[in-house]
T-cell receptor, first 108, second 115 residues
């Protein structure tokens, strides 16, 4: 069965304090690794898709990387508006399987 | 097109009542998905439609749950005889066939509270 595990569950950062989130996956026939951002009371919002080991993608203060077993989301010099839950999901054919997410809180 | 719309945004119901949620996907998306999310967890897959055909149902979807997508447009998710354990956020998402490239677009969800 496909499994996606995220760590840590929660991360409290000071504004400007860079950190990384981890997503490990066990998926047969992985077709893509997705990162979403979710704000309280809202649906997930697409951030990145990674397709092959070694690939990296960047968006503002976020950078996602992929290895054969894990993906990392690096947050560089975060701001309070980066506070959210970050979800990782693995695509197998047509279905996304999600991890439980990492809730990031950035204090000013 | 303003994205995936879900209605209602919030629903409070008494245990044992039936509820129905509606999802309007992005018009050109032929794939539609329902997920359920409880507090502190990621979304869990419930069911998937390609056009009007329901192609997969999760084991999470008991006999009390039914989903339809008539004419391959909007979709409804009905829960009969609601239980307190049904309290969750129900998320609808849609996608093009090239999920690998474009991923899903999610709606804002319907939060169900069973009292």
């Amino acid at each position: 069965e496909d499994q996606v595990t995220q760590s840590p569950e929660a991360l409290r950062l000071q504004e400007g304090e860079s950190s990384s989130l981890n997503c490990s996956y066990t998926v047969s026939g992985l077709r893509g690794l997705f990162w979403y951002r979710q704000d309280p009371g809202k649906g997930p919002e697409f951030l990145f898709t990674l397709y092959s080991a070694g690939e990296e993608k960047e968006k503002e203060r976020l950078k996602a990387t992929l290895t054969k077993k894990e993906s990392f989301l690096h947050i560089t010099a975060p701001k309070p508006e980066d506070s959210a839950t970050y979800l990782c999901a693995a695509l197998n054919d047509y279905k996304l399987s999600f991890g439980a997410g990492t809730t990031v809180t950035v204090r000013a | 097109d303003t994205g995936v719309s879900q209605d209602p945004r919030h629903k409070i119901t008494k245990r044992g009542q039936n509820v129905t949620f509606r999802c309007d996907p992005i018009s050109e998306h032929n794939r539609l998905y329902w997920y359920r999310q409880t507090l502190g967890q990621g979304p869990e897959f419930l069911t998937y439609f390609q056009n009007e055909a329901q192609l997969e149902k999760s084991r999470l979807l008991s006999d009390r749950f039914s989903a339809e997508r008539p004419k391959g447009s909007f979709s409804t998710l009905e829960i009969q005889r609601t239980e307190q354990g049904d309290s969750a956020m129900y998320l609808c998402a849609s996608s093009l066939a090239e999920v690998r490239i474009y991923g899903y677009t999610f709606g804002s969800g319907t939060r169900l509270t069973v009292v």
